[in-house]
């Protein structure tokens, strides 16, 4: 009778052993988890404040690499979750495959033209980091809730930087000190000032305003008191580029909505850019296309490079990006680059501000045709995953995730990739709702 008491004993102590552990593991498991989604929260609201908060404010020039530093642990970690799950998901793959094959038209070419490795791999890396937040979101971060609850609190972050752009637009015409609203550079074009809000820049600024108009026209479906102002905050940035993709948006609205009010409002902005179009194509043919300007002249010097290496181009890191800059390429003294360019402009920004000649030269056309490819996987994945889901919130993300690589391919050629506060977010924002979605 004892023995039976304290086998007795003994199993029920066993088993409160048991769901003693297994509850510790679960609590464990959800603690572990909310630290994740806190941290990366922090990660996203931090990251377009990057720059500002290094060379303005006078941090720690460490944090101009946090962004980079994510990207690796990503790039890391994916491939292990992916041996556990035995599998990678469709919509991930699909995009995987022009990443993997720009990886290699890169190695290949750096290969063909002796470039040391280190180059190689950094140029290659600064082209496609971007990527691995999509992926690593996917993975990571894929919680329905956790979306909805990043993209109110970002969406709110972007309405308060067109306000605070407002001021500044207000303050500049009433011709104050604008320099003391966190204007450090006085940028003007059409008589405006160019804008840079919280940012540092009008064009990263207008980026992220434009980000979030397209994503919350789609949601909303209406132009509303925050659509409205964050298509304020495009126009503010006074950006060529920003305002050809901010009209492209509308018109994508305008063949989609069958609302009267809404096509007459967005034919009214058009009217006012179709009017200003002379004034802008005139400025932008005049700095593209004259050596007396950087990025003219910037592009003949890639348009010479690219002659002598057609199909794989110089190779990844050897001119136009941050990569060349910093190893002394020696590329700039073969084509003979303008030391007065050179230590003026490059030198200081590390970019020629023009995507697609620059991997036109490092990559050719092969290069080129890969990134070009891998833009469009960007935006037909999205589209394709928005048609097979119910859930309205998600559908309508989806759907306006996908013209965002639209905006980036028109932005591109009056750009570089050094756009770390709009591209992060957008790529982080891509991953989570493909793997909500794909549950």
């Known amino acids: 009778m004892s023995g039976m008491m304290v086998y007795r004993i003994q199993t029920h102590q066993s088993i409160s052993d048991q769901s003693s552990l297994r509850w510790g593991t679960v609590i464990s498991s959800i603690s572990l988890s909310r630290i ?41 970690t994916i491939p292990i979750l992916i041996l556990m799950k035995g599998r990678v998901r469709r919509e991930i793959q699909a995009l995987m495959i022009p990443v993997a094959t720009f990886i290699v038209v890169g190695m290949t070419s750096g290969l063909y033209n002796g470039n040391e490795i280190i180059i190689t791999g950094l140029g290659i890396f600064d082209y496609v980091k971007l990527f691995f937040y999509i992926f690593g979101c996917c993975y990571f971060f894929a919680d329905h809730e956790f979306l909805k609850f990043i993209y109110k609190i970002l969406l709110k972050l972007a309405v308060l930087l067109v306000l605070i752009a407002l001021i500044q637009e207000t303050v500049y015409f009433l011709n104050g000190n604008v320099r003391s609203f966190f204007t450090p550079v006085v940028l003007t074009r059409f008589g405006m000032l160019r804008t840079p809000s919280l940012l540092g820049h009008p064009n990263l600024f207008g980026l992220y305003a434009l980000l979030f108009f397209t994503l919350n026209l789609f949601v909303t479906r209406r132009i509303d008191f925050t659509n409205s102002l964050l298509l304020i905050g ?22 989609k909505s069958k609302k009267i009010l809404y096509k007459l409002f967005i034919c009214i902005v058009a009217v006012y850019f179709a009017i200003v179009a002379p004034s802008f194509i005139k400025h932008t043919n005049t700095e593209l296309f004259s050596q007396d300007f950087y990025r003219g002249y910037a592009l003949f010097i890639s348009l010479e490079i690219w002659r002598d290496h057609k199909l794989l181009g110089a190779g990844p890191g050897m001119y136009g990006g941050v990569v060349s800059v910093k190893f002394n390429s020696p590329i700039y003294d073969s084509y003979s680059f303008s030391a007065l360019w050179y230590q003026k402009f490059l030198q200081r ?6 995507f697609w000649p620059q991997v036109l030269a490092e990559t050719g056309v092969c290069g080129f045709l890969t990134f070009t490819g891998l833009l469009f996987v960007a935006y037909m994945v999205p589209r394709r995953l928005s048609y097979r889901i119910s859930d309205s919130f998600l559908k309508a993300l989806l759907m306006g995730m996908s013209y965002i690589p639209i905006v980036i391919g028109i932005y591109l050629f009056g750009s570089g990739l050094n756009l770390t506060g709009f591209l992060v977010t957008y ?4 991953g989570i709702s493909i793997g909500v979605a794909q549950g």
């Open 349 to 354: 920004i590390h970019s020629i501000d023009l």
């Open 427 to 430: 790529a982080s924002l891509l």
């Open 36 to 76: 994740r989604y806190f941290f990366f929260t922090l990660f996203l609201l931090f990251i377009p404040f990057q720059r500002v908060l290094v060379r303005q404010l006078n941090f720690d020039k460490k944090l101009l690499y946090i962004d980079e530093v994510v990207s690796l642990i990503f790039i890391f």
């Open 234 to 255: 495009t126009f503010l940035s006074v950006s060529r580029f920003i305002w050809i993709s901010t009209l492209v948006v509308m018109m994508v609205f305008i063949l």
